[in-house]
């Protein structure tokens, strides 16, 4: 009886002893995810109460630009009305109705919800992860860890900061996260062919439209889901082609290979326009430049992922020098022969190294449309948050199969606490846009608008020598930079040591180029400050001089461009503040047809009400009635106007004219 019972109980403890054992392994996956989300929210908290910042007022704002989003037009209107890119980016658009639906608004909401998408985001990149690895035959718990660990590194990762904590890339983490759904969606309805083709069809067809379709709402770059499926296919499928089915040659061309070709006939496109070589404002470089710029900048991304920094340049990106030639400076040569080699190598190894191929070739596609020859900035962060996905994951693979459990879970627990630390280093800064400002400022000397913005800070605060060391140590370290002069000029200019021979010095260098349009406050800063005799031995007319003297440069010259607009308004500003009503109203008409809008005029009818102009005032307030349907670019970067604000403006306007008449005119 005692081998007989042995016999049959030994299966059964056997089981009980897997089962134990499972389960032991899944709540302890559980618990580490747990334990992930909870740091995550833990090390952004403090960024969660930072400021809105730069681009979040051009898109958030407009919440509040008809009073707020209370019905169906007003709701169209801020949805349907961006202009962040070609496709108005809706989708994302609609996501900061979560937060808000008028301006101003509380930041906190937007982070919050931006760090919500990102735990989302990070889990759905475990179970993409874990699919892959389903698919190259990893055991079911070494997937598991190796997926907690790549997407705990990924969550955790500073460089991911910026995006997270910068309420309007809000766009860049709605479009990753429908292209992971995309890329779930694609392995889950490839895994049917052998049981059931038709379905299997259908959901990669249907997962690959609709995902695609997301995706482009919320960013442009959404339409690189094809492309990226198509990476996938030709690394980790392909290593797996004996076993895996072969997907319909058809359903490749059409679903896969004519997105890429559009793509790529459209990028090619681009290369081959006249302008190629062309400096297109408001860049001050070239496609062809920019091109030759892109291999150094993958670099420096790919160096800030594997070589991780205490706290990153954050929001100013204008330090990074462009590349003239493939030799000037000589890393762009080196940059391109690096990048060519790995890709060469990814290509080659693609189906001896899944993995690695894939994180590379991952990497490379998700950068094709920013980073290569569409007129965007040189450089940003956020253009890495899809394309790290995978950059990990091989190592932290070739960890878990070289190494014991106790020692691939103790480097693993070492590493993700050294990346939470510098997180967390990172999402305190970003608390506080002056303690943003003051980093960035230390950690790169030649980005004139750290430089710029931190010795303003400094003077804010009272600290008036340092203010003008930090301005004066930027003029030497970026020569002829227009924004470093004009922020020398006000600083002199409140501390009352402005003459017209600073003026005179600075508008030598600004006047010969073309007109920044993001410049326009600061612009505007300076000639209130001059109106206002904060500098008393500055002159209005030598002002106006220098803003006369740019419209000499063929790019500010252009009666229909943005800059044009811009200094008309303040050429007009200088007049009315001047005593010149006529030569103002003339320079207003000029700005506001180059940019027609109803805000416009009425921040122009407004100057000139303020100033007595009644009449000037009265007029400009008709072209604001005759511009109210408008659409235009927010050339002076106000809101739009309703017809009940102009009509109290008018109503305003004329109880003032009536009471400087004499008495007994007044109701004339």
């Not at 379709?213 to 996938?232: D, H, R, T, W």
Request: net charge neutral; hydrophobic share 50%.
């Amino acid at each position: 009886m005692a081998p007989t019972t042995h016999i049959r109980c030994s299966p059964s403890m056997d089981l009980v002893t897997q089962l134990r054992s499972y389960c032991r392994e899944s709540l302890a996956v559980i618990s580490g995810w747990t334990a992930l989300f909870a740091a995550c929210v833990l090390v952004y908290l403090p960024g969660l109460e930072g400021p809105f910042l730069l681009d979040d007022f051009g898109s958030i704002a407009p919440l509040g630009n008809l009073g707020g989003v209370t019905d169906w037009t007003t709701f169209k209107a801020f949805v349907l009305g961006g202009h962040a890119g070609p496709t108005g980016r809706p989708l994302a658009l609609l996501t900061f109705l979560i937060d808000a639906n008028d301006w101003p608004a509380d930041p906190w909401l937007f982070k919050r919800t931006n760090l919500i998408i990102h735990l989302i985001t990070g889990a759905l990149l475990g179970v993409l992860i874990t699919k892959i690895l389903h698919v190259l035959t990893y055991d079911k718990q070494h997937a598991r860890w190796i997926a907690l660990v790549s997407s705990a590194i990924w969550l955790l990762h500073p460089f991911l900061v910026s995006t997270t904590l910068y309420a309007v890339q809000r766009m860049a983490q709605m479009s990753t996260l429908f292209i992971a759904m995309g890329l779930i969606g694609h392995l889950y309805g490839r895994s049917l062919i052998p049981r059931n083709e038709s379905r299997a069809y259908l959901i990669m067809s249907s997962s690959l439209g609709v995902f695609t379709f997301l995706a482009m709402m919320s960013k442009e770059n959404g339409i690189l889901l094809p492309l990226l499926i198509g990476v996938l296919e030709m690394t980790v499928l392909a290593s797996q082609q004996e076993r895996v089915s072969a997907l319909n040659r058809y359903w490749v061309w059409v679903f896969i290979f004519a997105p890429t070709l559009v793509i790529f006939l459209y990028l090619g496109e681009r290369v081959f326009r006249p302008n190629f070589f062309d400096v297109i404002p408001p860049r001050d470089f070239s496609i062809y430049e920019r091109a030759l710029t892109q291999p150094r900048i993958l670099f420096d991304y790919l160096q800030n992922w594997f070589i991780p920094k205490l706290y990153t340049t954050g929001i100013f990106q204008d330090h990074f020098e462009k590349s003239t030639g493939i030799f000037s400076p000589i890393t762009t040569l080196a940059s391109l022969l690096l990048h060519v080699l790995i890709i060469s190598l990814s290509l080659i190894k693609r189906r001896k190294w899944p993995l690695f191929s894939l994180a590379v070739l991952f990497f490379y596609t998700s950068h094709l449309l920013e980073s290569s020859v569409i007129n965007l900035e040189l450089y940003f962060e956020h253009r890495n948050y899809l394309a790290t996905f995978f950059l990990f994951v091989p190592l932290v693979s070739l960890l878990k199969n070289a190494v014991n459990r106790r020692l691939f879970a103790t480097v693993s627990l070492g590493a993700i606490l050294i990346l939470a630390g510098f997180t967390r280093y990172s999402s305190t800064i970003w608390a506080d846009y002056t303690s943003m400002v003051e980093a960035a400022a230390h950690k790169v000397p030649t980005s004139a608008r750290a430089q710029g913005q931190y010795a303003a800070d400094l003077y804010n605060a009272q600290r008036y020598d340092e203010s003008l060391l930090v301005i004066e140590r930027a003029m030497v370290t970026i020569p002829n930079n227009s924004f470093v002069l004009l922020t020398h000029v006000n600083i002199l200019c409140k501390l009352g040591t402005l003459s017209d021979s600073d003026i005179e010095r600075a508008a030598k260098v600004i006047s010969a180029k073309p007109f920044d349009a993001r410049s326009l406050e600061i612009f505007s800063t300076l000639t209130t400050s001059v109106v206002e005799r904060e500098c008393p031995s500055a002159s209005m007319d030598g002002l106006r001089l220098m803003y006369t003297n740019m419209l000499q440069v063929p790019e500010n010259a252009d009666p229909h461009s943005l800059r044009y607009s811009q200094v008309k308004y303040l050429i007009g500003f200088i007049d009315v503040s001047a005593g010149r009503p006529s030569q103002a109203v003339a320079a207003f008409e000029a700005s506001l047809q180059a940019r027609p809008g109803a805000g416009h005029a009425m921040l122009m009818a407004a100057l000139l009400a303020t100033n007595g102009n009644h009449e000037e005032a009265l007029h400009l307030s008709d072209l604001a009635l005759l511009q109210m349907e408008t659409s235009t670019d927010n050339a002076l970067g106000v809101s739009r106007v309703r017809m009940s604000d102009i009509m109290e403006f008018r109503e305003t306007v004329r109880a003032d004219m009536n009471a400087a008449l004499p008495a007994g005119q007044a109701n004339q």
